[in-house]
């Protein structure tokens, strides 16, 4: 870059009446201070700043950070020998007035962090009456739409069963069938072991139906529709359509939650037996290859394999799944504050508590139905 | 970069020059084009309203001055220098822009959200880069109480002025506004409108806005450009824009908003 002046921030002693003098030359500004270590060697290079200094800035260019340096290193008080334009002292002038010492953050103590764990403790408890509250809500709600069916939103509903239920297919039974495919070829080496082949089709067929299924299923669909919940819901309310709906009259919870909450019930059973047909398909194969087992083997053995409870188990899990999952992202969706920031927490916090939330209802129909199917 | 590059003294070269500007948006099935041949001129210490119909290319043309658009055809120098070349390092040295919705940093508190062009440098001390963002923020009109909140508790007017802090903070010579007064109460709008007169008046900024508001236009510009028809019909004195005859002009200035806009006229001799 060629430039008709040398813009670099320089110094250079001038004469002088009485006592040191120093003239400033070059642009003292934001844009040159860039340049590497310049700023260092100009600090270093500052004489000290003495009473009897004299300080010329006539021929230099100063910005607003520039002048912030040489007030800064003036310890904030005017050079008594100082020559300017007026322009530069305008500058100056706006520094040395608005220069402020400014209040040191405050340290965390160990009671502001016991007050944060209790504000922690207290978020939570909020979060589960705020999640009953939805649920109470969505039960009167379910009543007016027992009352009068023909004035629910169904095309909602539709539109939604379609978005979180048809369109996951390819990734869940991708998902599912691969799962299928491990699992079958890790229970293969150790059966083969104590010649006991036939058995893979009741670990798959109970491993499959029973837990993977509806667990891969719900995992599967809670990551990708309970996110896009929330997110919806989320910028509905960063762009205030949530008020224009309150004010219109709409309730949320019947217009907003109770559609999802009502297709992932329908979707999510569905997706589950997508799921564990993909995973059983899988695994089948994966048989054929390293046991010798054929299909119709394995079609025939399975029905003997698993009980019909199982299946009934699995699928009633999965009723349930689908409805937690859509409160959950409509719960966080409903709490976003209208900012950017918030909006991308909820959504996070979202996915997390509805994966947990799956695997912690999960476990207790384990408990629960233990000596059902089995 | 060669010698034929080097751009003239300062004073005599244009702050920003656009030639020829072709501005087309390609959609499948439709080809809009937003500007023909338009040129526009302006000089050191002005202040240029662009004001036109909506969808006449507005803000189209202040992204276009930005680099953030590629001309389809035509020109655009920024101090002598294309403007896709003002971005990079230090850019901020160079243009602030004022966005209409502030567009600040939501993740930061507003003094990180002022000080992030000079902490990107990463040359200047922690300190410095505070007290000239705390400087800046006064200046602005801010109180030090307010460096510290998040961008989503402040109102509309110190968005406005947190993101005009913003803009400022590396002292460019060159700042553009788009609809700076938009959703702002009269009083707070007559504020800004002051602070912005104020600090070009102070830091000889030249200043390209896009206004709606004709109080904020009459009493800020020094120049008034139209953009109608695909490019700018009339560049020139308040007084001449009003006086120039196109459908256009006569309904933006001369219908019943223009009875205000001639007293205001009266009002404001700074503005002829």
């Known amino acids: ?374 | 970069m060669a010698a034929a590059s080097a751009p003239l003294p300062a004073g005599t070269q244009p702050v920003v020059e656009i030639r020829k500007l072709w501005s087309v948006f390609d959609t499948p099935g439709r080809r809009l084009v937003i500007h023909k041949d338009l040129d526009l001129t302006v000089q050191r210490g002005e202040v240029v309203s662009v004001v036109g119909g909506s969808g006449s290319g507005k803000t189209v043309l202040l992204r276009q001055i930005l680099g953030l658009e590629r001309p389809h055809r035509g020109e655009v120098h920024i101090m002598g220098r294309p403007a896709d070349q003002l971005s990079g390092r230090g850019a901020s040295s160079r243009i602030g822009m004022l966005f209409q919705h502030g567009a600040l940093f939501s993740a930061f508190t507003v003094l990180e959200n002022v000080a992030f062009p000079l902490r990107e440098l990463k040359t200047l001390p922690r300190r410095l880069i505070v007290e000239a963002a705390m400087v800046k923020l006064q200046m602005v009109g801010l109180k030090p109480a307010d460096a510290d909140k998040m961008p989503s508790e402040l109102s509309g007017g110190m968005i406005k002025r947190a993101a005009l802090a913003r803009a400022l903070i590396m002292d460019p010579p060159l700042l553009l506004l788009d609809e700076p007064t938009a959703g702002l109460d009269p009083d707070s709008s007559d504020t800004f409108v002051n602070l912005l007169r104020s600090l070009h008046r102070d830091l000889a900024l030249t200043v390209i806005m896009v206004t709606h508001d004709l109080d904020t236009l009459f009493e800020l510009s020094t120049r008034i450009a139209v953009l109608a028809d695909q490019h700018v019909i009339v560049n020139d004195k308040p007084r001449e824009v009003i006086a120039f005859r196109h459908p256009f002009v006569e309904d933006f200035f001369l219908g019943e908003r223009g009875q205000r806009a001639m007293e205001l006229l009266r009002e404001y001799p700074f503005a002829i």
């Open chain 1, 1 to 374: 870059m060629v430039t008709t002046v040398d813009a670099t921030p320089r110094l250079e002693p001038a004469p002088a009446a009485q006592g040191p003098a120093v003239r400033l030359l070059g642009e003292w500004t934001a844009g040159q201070f860039a340049r590497h270590n310049l700023f260092r060697d100009l600090q270093r290079g500052l004489p000290r700043a003495d009473p009897q200094q004299a300080w010329d800035l006539r021929e230099a260019t100063v910005d607003h950070v520039g002048a912030q340096l040489l007030w800064d290193h003036w310890g904030h008080h005017w050079p008594q020998q100082l020559q300017l334009q007026p322009s530069q002292r305008a500058i100056l002038e706006r520094v040395a007035q608005f220069t402020t010492r400014r209040s040191r953050r405050r340290r965390t103590s160990l009671w502001q962090l016991y007050l944060g764990f209790g504000a922690l403790l207290l978020g939570a408890f909020d979060h589960l009456k705020g999640f009953i509250g939805l649920v109470g809500q969505l039960t009167i709600d379910l009543r007016e739409l027992v009352r009068a069916p023909h004035r629910a939103p169904w095309r909602d509903f539709s539109g939604h069963l379609y978005r979180i239920g048809a369109t996951a297919l390819p990734i869940t039974a991708l998902v599912g069938g691969l799962i299928g495919v491990v699992l079958a070829y890790l229970t293969a080496q150790q059966l083969k072991q104590f010649g006991a082949d036939a058995y893979i089709v009741d670990i798959l067929g109970i491993a499959l139906v029973r837990e993977l299924g509806p667990m891969l299923g719900a995992i599967l669909i809670a990551g990708r529709s309970g996110s896009a919940i929330t997110a919806q819901i989320g910028v509905m309310r960063v762009t205030e359509e949530l008020d224009a709906m309150r004010v219109m009259g709409i309730s949320h919870t019947y217009r907003l939650v109770m559609p999802r909450a009502m297709a992932l019930s329908i979707a999510m059973p569905l997706i589950a037996a997508w799921t564990t047909v993909a995973g059983l398909i899988g695994g089948m194969v994966a048989a054929d290859l390293s046991l010798g087992i054929s299909p119709l083997f394995f079609l025939k053995a399975l029905p003997d394999a698993v009980r019909v409870s199982n299946l009934v188990l699995g699928m009633s899990k999965s009723v349930v799944f689908g409805i937690l999952i859509a409160l959950i992202g409509c719960h966080f969706g409903l709490r976003v504050q209208p900012n950017t920031q918030s909006l991308g927490q909820g959504t996070t916090a979202s996915v997390v508590s509805a994966i947990t939330v799956v695997i912690l209802v999960d476990a207790l129909f384990a408990i629960l139905f233990s000596n059902v199917g089995i």
